[in-house]
């Protein structure tokens, strides 16, 4: 009766967190490569109090050679010095801003350019906008920001400019400004568009300081700006703020964990008060355990003996009706196994909680009546296609959801197993990039159906190869962001604790929404990596002809590397817009992974890439997709080791994503197709627009 004695263990677990707060549930990452014993809960930094989601830089960790940042907030890191006691927080390469306050109600940082703090005299010569890069969780703050526009080394003498105007101020200070040097001033306030154009042509070196508008506006600096009094209002520095209800860290936050990640922003976890790592959040144990109200715990333990009695009860009818159905149910205990250990998300809307079916905690249950009702009685019409051991249709909830459903082929042993594995694995797991799971029919209704996210814009193989390929709606920097896309969700899935291997990497389980982003779909193949040091699952071979790794049929074994090379044969197809398996081909081309790597490698990206996509006659594509074919060609090499773990692949696609924008050239269709993906760090942006004729100083 191994099914009782779980439900005894839940009910069991609950009621120890209810009586003690600090015996908490037993982790459910176990001793894995990412946890808390390094964070140092706070850290005085001079007068500074370090604390989350800030967290001391030389603390990350070099995990898979990548540093990672897991003790707070991605750009977060605080240096220390040891011998100045200065905190400094270090935005864009080469440079430092010295931490002049934190405020941790407030959500606001306050920083000052380490450049002007080291100029003793007055006058400090800029040398940088300010420049948060895209990664950090840091915004300019709203309250009280303001700037100063700098116009150094200006050229007057040019024929027909007119005369500064009025609300710009002249810098007279001598030390890196007068000696032979063009005049250079400042502007307290914004400028019209015309005084700007003008001062952009004449001036050698334009810079916008954030400052704070209360020391802008004092009447101790205002008045005296021009002669130094800048100097002071860049040493008084500038706030950023940060939001934690805005990140996927916010559940974590609320159940008093904190967030790990790592400085690409990928989620590693929730370090929890007990020491445990969990995903997404530290679950209710911990909201029990938090609460130290006698009376509440009361209730808590009265609650725990309730629900152990429900479960009994249910339980026992589990039991019989288990006996009246005779069906092969081998590891229905599986949902139950994730509840206890804490890795399963509570669901997002109460809606989603079916809070009196104790048998699947997490899994919102629906009625297969309902899906039945829903998918026109899986009508062929319905049908969206094939993948992983079932059917997909089309349809539409009660509640006006439109939805994927799943319908496996029949209710084999087999099958449920995959079952339940795959609603185990998916309510587990959230990121933008992974097709969201709704939930599932009960295990012991007539059919086994899985519900998921609707995606609306078919799969990257519809579009490279398939029924959609005419329509050629996938320009070359759409594909790349498909690949960055879908690289961060693999990344995501081998990075969370303990890793999730996809098994079944391909563009037919790549999906693309209204906006052409990805969808990664099908977790049926997935296998929880064990954590203990063991890489691998020894399984019976799966997946799909053409993109399996060819060391799994050797000494079956499934890696997070046999995941890379499947995304090298995705990145191959993302080049050459050829299927990955077709029998028209050459023998040793038949697949693409051959083809693709015996054309690198003699040099023949030329006659492997599709030539319409830009391939030759624009320069800075052509250089992209050489490059996206050298990565792929490292990915699909036959020993596992030698390929690049998949953070790597993400950093790369990410460096030439960001070198092919710089180089701009696609015009309207990358406006139209590239949404909202950050290629250009933010930086202080003053709008020219708005004419102002008194300087905010004299108010
Ligand atoms: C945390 O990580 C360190 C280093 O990997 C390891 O020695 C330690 O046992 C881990 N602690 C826990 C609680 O997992
Ligand atoms: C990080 O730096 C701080 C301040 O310099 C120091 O106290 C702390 O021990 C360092 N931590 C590690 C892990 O080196
Ligand atoms: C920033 O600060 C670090 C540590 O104090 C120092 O090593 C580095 O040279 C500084 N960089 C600049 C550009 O000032
Ligand atoms: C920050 O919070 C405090 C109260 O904790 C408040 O008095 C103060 O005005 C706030 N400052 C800003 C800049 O919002
Ligand atoms: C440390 O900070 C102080 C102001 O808080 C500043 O005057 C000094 O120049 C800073 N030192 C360094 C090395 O940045
Ligand atoms: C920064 O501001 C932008 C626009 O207001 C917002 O979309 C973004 O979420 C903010 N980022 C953070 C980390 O708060
Ligand atoms: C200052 O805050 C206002 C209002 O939120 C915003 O519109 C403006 O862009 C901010 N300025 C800077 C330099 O961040
Ligand atoms: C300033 O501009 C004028 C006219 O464009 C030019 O003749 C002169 O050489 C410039 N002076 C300097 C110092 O660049
Ligand atoms: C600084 O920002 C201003 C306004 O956005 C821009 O015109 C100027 O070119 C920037 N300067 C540098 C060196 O990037
Ligand atoms: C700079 O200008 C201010 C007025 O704007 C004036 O009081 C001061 O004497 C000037 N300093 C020099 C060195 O010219």
Redesign the pocket.
Known sequence: MPLLFRLLLVAASLAVSGVDPTSGAAPSAGASAYNASMCHTSFMCGAHDIHYPFYLSNESRVIDGVARSYCGYPGMAILCDATTTNATLRLAEGTNYTVLAIDYDNNTITLADADALAVNNDCPRPQHNVTIPPEAWLNFSSAGNSTISFFLDC?L???GDPPPPPNIVRINCTTGFGQGR?PSFLAPAQLGAQDAGWLFRACGEVYVAPVLSELLASPEYGPRLGSGGYGDVLRGGFRLSWDPSAGPCYECELSKGQCGYDQAGVFLGCLCPDGSVRDPDCGDQVHLAGQKDANRRKIAIGAALVLFLLLLVMSFLYIRKKRQYKMTYSSGSGLLKYSISGGTPRSRGSTDMDSGNVHHLQTHQFPYEELEEATGGFCDTRELGDGGFGTVYKGQLRDGRVVAVKRLYNNGCRQVEQFVNEAAILSRLRHPNLVTFYGCTSSRSRELLLVYEYVPNGTVADHLHGHRAAERALPWPLRLNIAVEAATALAYLHAIEPPVVHRDVKTNNILLDADFHVKVADFGLSRLLPPDGATHVSTTPQGTPGYVDPEYHRCYQLTDKSDVYSFGVVLAELISSKPAVDVTRDRDEINLAGMAVGRIQRSQVDQLVDIDLGFGTDEATSMAMTMVAELAFRCLQQSGEMRPPIREVLDVLKGIQKGGVKEGDEGERKKDGLPRVPCSPDTVHVSWESFSTTPSISQ
Request: glycine share 20%; aromatic share 0%; charged share 0%.
């Open positions: 050229n003498t040019g024929a063009l």
